[in-house]
């Protein structure tokens, strides 16, 4: 098999990784790609996100299957085009990827769909936003509609400055187009937890829980990024919280797609809050895999990727059989002093070929670029160092062992990833 990966981001770098583990596979190609993708893939320069330049690139290489990783050329409908001209796809059309490309569209396909989530208001003007605001209490949430590449939520403790949110991205452009309209909503307290599903639009396939780790720095604190390290999978998610995630949003989702008409063959990644008394919300909807979770799901997943995807692609989840999940995975996310405000790029990354051949570590790239045989810094979060282990106590001291090998200028990292494993009830 050929395969043509889009993107290059750590995501997509533990999706060609895990992809060329695969008997199937003869060659595989990413557009754009990184400095960790290019030592298993072909790369091809270009715009990932433009419709007209990955078709004329799948033109020239002809893949079986193409997987898109982010989730702009989903939106921008990339999926839309190849699947015209007769490519199998992994990645949902346009119609499907508005479940992450309008906030509102989400909101109240869940609605239609008795989907628990926090109940919410659609607003366009300033005065419904006002209402909205009034009739709740804080915390405030306020989210954009659209895109904002993880800038378009908010949470406020000042109904003033909530005010000021809504004002902006209503009258003042603040977010542009992905602000005109907005979702204002109820506060949900918990712990926040990933569920990815691998879904062709009627089986599907629940990969392990993860969680994410969004602040900077330390303890939660600092301001909120990409996402700064994972692991998988969560210990505090027992059988029954896993079936009722499934019973009460993961199987009404996917049943409600198919209700209205909404073809999806991809990723649908169920963002979830859930409550000390065990209930679970969606947060957010997004149509693709999670990063920095890919990076710590795909390492313990004991399917083969590349078979999966493409029966995916094809319609034919059901013949697939994934055995269970044996390991644990936790990955820290080595970023650019400054991140994720401004910093500097181009600092040489010493230290890596150290790692490549120590058991149970795997580095993932993400702003990363190789030229004659050295990496260099090219983006904020720059390297995804994951450790596996029996459990996750294990993968933690793995990686935590390992990571200060791995050094740039101004080069930071959180020191307590995975180190709060207790479920909601403590939260
Ligand atoms: P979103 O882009 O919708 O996932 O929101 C980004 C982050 O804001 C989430 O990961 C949560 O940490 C927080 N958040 C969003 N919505 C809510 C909510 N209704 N209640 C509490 N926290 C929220
Ligand atoms: N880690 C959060 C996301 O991928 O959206």
């Known amino acids: 098999?050929?395969?043509?990966?889009?993107?290059?981001?750590?995501?997509?770098?533990?999706?060609?990784?895990?992809l060329s583990?695969?008997?199937?596979?003869?060659?595989?190609?990413?557009?754009?790609?990184?400095?960790?993708?290019?030592?298993?893939?072909?790369?091809h320069e270009g715009d990932h996100t433009n419709p007209d330049e990955?078709?004329?690139?799948?033109?020239?290489?002809?893949?079986?299957?193409?997987?898109?990783?982010?989730?702009?050329?989903?939106?921008?409908?990339?999926?839309?085009?190849?699947?015209?001209?007769?490519?199998?796809?992994?990645?949902?059309?346009?119609?499907?990827?508005?479940?992450?490309?309008s906030k509102a569209f989400a909101k109240t396909f869940m609605k239609r769909n008795n989907i628990p989530t926090a109940s919410f208001d659609v607003c366009t003007q300033l005065p419904e936003a006002m209402e909205a605001l009034k009739k709740r209490t804080a915390p405030y949430v306020v989210k954009a509609d659209?895109?904002?590449?993880?800038?378009?939520?908010?949470?406020?403790?000042?109904?003033?400055?909530?005010?000021?949110?809504?004002?902006?991205?209503?009258?003042?452009?603040y977010l542009k187009e992905a602000g005109k309209t907005i979702v204002v909503e109820d506060f949900l307290p918990g712990r926040e937890l990933t569920v990815l599903v691998i879904t062709d639009g009627s089986d599907y396939i629940m990969l392990p829980p993860s969680q994410d780790h969004k602040r900077a720095w330390d303890n939660d604190?600092?301001?909120?990024?990409?996402?700064?390290?994972?692991y998988a999978p969560v210990p505090w998610v027992d059988k029954k919280m896993t079936s009722q995630i499934e019973k009460t949003i993961v199987k009404p989702t996917i049943d409600g797609l198919k209700k209205e008409n909404i073809p999806?063959?991809?990723?649908?990644?169920?963002?979830?809050?859930?409550?000390?008394?065990?209930?679970?919300?969606?947060?957010?909807?997004?149509?693709r895999m999670g990063d920095p979770e890919t990076q710590v799901v795909l390492p313990i997943f004991e399917g083969d990727l590349a078979e999966t995807m493409l029966a995916c692609s094809k319609g034919s989840l059901k013949d697939i059989k994934v055995p269970l999940v044996q390991k644990a995975a936790?990955?820290?996310?080595?970023?650019?002093?400054?991140?994720?405000?401004?910093?500097?790029t181009g600092f040489e990354i010493h230290g890596i070929e150290r790692l490549s051949n120590v058991d149970d570590i795997i580095i993932f790239h993400a702003g990363t670029k190789k030229v004659s045989n050295k990496y260099y810094t090219t983006g904020g979060r720059v390297l995804t160092v994951v450790g596996i282990g029996g459990n996750i106590?294990?993968?933690?001291?793995?990686?935590?062992?390992?990571?200060?090998v791995i050094s740039f200028e101004g080069h930071f990292y959180r020191k307590d990833i995975a180190a709060r494993l207790e479920g909601p009830n403590n939260a």
């Open 146 to 173: 659209g895109l904002a590449a993880g800038k378009g939520a908010f949470v406020l403790q000042d109904l003033k400055e909530a005010q000021e949110i809504c004002e902006a991205l209503l009258n003042k452009n």
């Open 330 to 344: 936790v990955g820290v996310v080595i970023a650019s002093g400054g991140y994720p405000s401004a910093y500097k």
């Open 264 to 287: 999806f063959k991809g990723v649908l990644y169920c963002g979830l809050m859930i409550d000390e008394k065990q209930e679970c919300r969606v947060l957010e909807y997004n149509v």
């Open 1 to 18: 098999m050929k395969i043509l990966t889009l993107g290059g981001g750590g995501r997509e770098h533990a999706i060609v990784w895990a």
């Open 221 to 230: 604190k600092g301001p909120n990024t990409g996402g700064m390290g994972a």
């Open 54 to 101: 990955v078709l004329s690139l799948s033109k020239r290489i002809n893949p079986d299957l193409v997987v898109i990783g982010p989730e702009a050329p989903l939106v921008n409908g990339v999926a839309d085009v190849l699947r015209q001209e007769g490519y199998s796809v992994f990645g949902p059309n346009k119609a499907g990827a508005r479940l992450e490309g």
């Open 21 to 43: 583990k695969s008997h199937m596979v003869d060659e595989i190609h990413c557009m754009p790609g990184n400095g960790g993708i290019q030592d298993l893939a072909i790369l």
């Open 393 to 404: 106590e294990e993968a933690r001291k793995k990686v935590y062992k390992n990571i200060e």
